[in-house]
């Protein structure tokens, strides 16, 4: 395979990391939209409510914003400096082969960071699809320790190379090796845990509250673990293979991981929203028969109602289920 240079591998990593960027962008904004207007229909547009703010996925969302948008902002300021600023643009091989400098240190620990928080948030989702089971998320939690000692060593290596010395070295390497593996089982394991517990959990027919295919929320958990793994693969596949396009790889391996995270969010906030609708025609209807009702004389009616269920979903939200027993 021919070897591209350094340059060339920058300049697509800047085309292409724009383009994932506004894609993220856009389902960040569209997750966080609907989040708020879910949380200000809730409190019946009273007074906005303010738990959503409060979960563990809302303060993962925002984290991982600022961590893509940041890395972004500094492969553009690469960009800049490459062709501008060092030694008047005459030196941009020099500049992107050099990975000790503060910018190219710092653009790596977020994309660390990106991976640890995106890791972290699917282990706590697959805690709270489990019935915060412990036992079950004991193997992703200990690779995602592993990616939590592995990941800064990485920034650490980077930061101690000279100028003449590659990514490819075995001190990096090492390092690397075990970040991929950390963050390859805690996605595969997760994954494919939350996908076989929501299958069994599944009602007769398959079907889901408010008549979605329970199969649609296993597609959603797949099709998002596929995209992250299969990129994360692509890159150590290249990086195993030293070549320069495991530049591209890995800085775009970070809008991938917020993009695969935001997926979920919005996907499952639209469904929010079917089952909203649902529940406002609902509303409507029985509003009309009580209105009809009233014009005639009614006994007195006793609602007894037995036990009344309450759940959280992984974004703090009350899920209310009720066992009543109705009577005339």
Not at 4 to 30: C, D, K, Q
Not at 179 to 185: P, Q
Not at 311 to 328: A, C, F, H, S
Request: proline share 3%; aromatic share 12%.
């Amino acid at each position: 395979m021919t070897q591209p240079s350094i340059v060339s591998v920058n300049l697509v990593t800047v085309a292409l990391e724009s383009m994932l960027y506004g894609v993220f962008l856009t389902l960040s904004l569209v997750s966080f939209y609907i989040l708020i207007s879910r949380a200000s229909s809730q409190s019946g547009h009273t007074r906005l409510s303010w738990s959503p703010f409060f979960s563990p996925v809302m303060f993962g969302s925002v984290a991982i914003t600022l961590t893509v948008t940041a890395h972004w902002i500094l492969t553009v300021v690469r960009l800049f400096d490459a062709f501008v600023h060092f030694d008047k643009g005459q030196a941009a091989l020099l500049y992107y082969a050099d990975l000790a400098l503060t910018t190219e240190v710092v653009k790596t620990a977020f994309v660390v960071a990106t991976l640890i928080i995106s890791d972290i948030l699917l282990v706590y989702r697959l805690w709270i699809v489990w019935g915060r089971n412990y036992f079950i998320v004991a193997i992703p939690t200990l690779t995602v320790v592993g990616l939590l000692i592995a990941g800064p060593g990485v920034v650490y290596q980077l930061s101690r190379l000279d100028a003449s010395s590659s990514v490819f070295v075995s001190n990096v390497q090492r390092w690397i090796s075990a970040d991929y593996s950390c963050t390859f089982v805690t996605n595969v394991y997760s994954t494919f845990g939350i996908a076989w517990k929501v299958w069994r959990a599944r009602p007769p027919g398959g079907k889901s509250y408010g008549g979605g295919n329970i199969q649609r929320v296993i597609a959603m958990m797949i099709e998002s673990a596929a995209l992250y793994t299969s990129w994360a693969i692509f890159f150590f596949a290249a990086y195993q293979a030293d070549n320069n396009i495991q530049y591209t790889a890995i800085d775009t391996l970070c809008p991938i991981a917020g993009i695969a995270f935001t997926m979920i969010n919005v996907r499952v906030g639209l469904g929010w929203a079917q089952r909203a609708h649902s529940s406002s025609q609902i509303s409507s209807g029985i509003a009309s028969r009580r209105y009809a009702e009233q014009s005639f004389a009614m006994r007195p009616v006793a609602v007894d109602i037995t036990q009344v269920v309450h759940k959280e979903d992984d974004l703090g939200q009350p899920i209310n289920t009720r066992d009543g027993d109705y009577k005339v």
